[in-house]
């Protein structure tokens, strides 16, 4: 079983919007952080946004704050990525991942899942 399955991705136009989500098969998904990240073609994975287990702190990139929004549900065990008035520059793959810990480095998350793909045309 794929602990983390992220769906919800595709092609959009510059401006619209999509909403990404990541379903958990982990035991006490509670008690995880849940972050997304994302690497465009020949770039590094970078952090887009975190959530606490509670759901009750998040923090965003700079470049997506304001408009995206990170979310989840410990009864659904998902977290979702809501991401509008999307550009161009927001083209890449987007993973979701676990770890331990409200941080923006990759290091902290042991967990991911197989990436998503989001194109926005301009």
């Known amino acids: 079983q794929v602990p983390l399955v992220e769906s919800g991705g595709g092609l959009v136009q510059a401006g619209g919007s999509l909403r990404l989500a990541c379903a958990a098969s982990?035991?006490?998904?509670?008690?995880?952080?849940m972050a997304w990240f994302r690497q465009a073609p020949g770039k590094e994975r970078d952090f887009v946004a975190v959530?606490?287990?509670?759901?009750?702190?998040?923090d965003y990139a700079d470049s997506v704050k304001g408009r995206f929004t990170i979310s989840r549900s410990n009864v659904e065990n998902t977290v979702w990525l809501q991401m509008n008035s999307l550009k161009p520059e927001d083209t890449a793959v987007y993973y979701c991942?676990?770890?331990?810990?409200?941080?923006?480095?990759?290091?902290?998350?042991?967990?991911w899942g197989q990436g998503t793909q989001v194109t926005v045309s301009s």
């Open positions: 991942a676990a770890g331990g810990s409200l941080a923006r480095s990759r290091a902290f998350y042991s967990t």
């Open positions: 982990l035991r006490t998904f509670s008690a995880y952080v």
């Open positions: 959530i606490s287990g509670s759901g009750s702190m998040v």
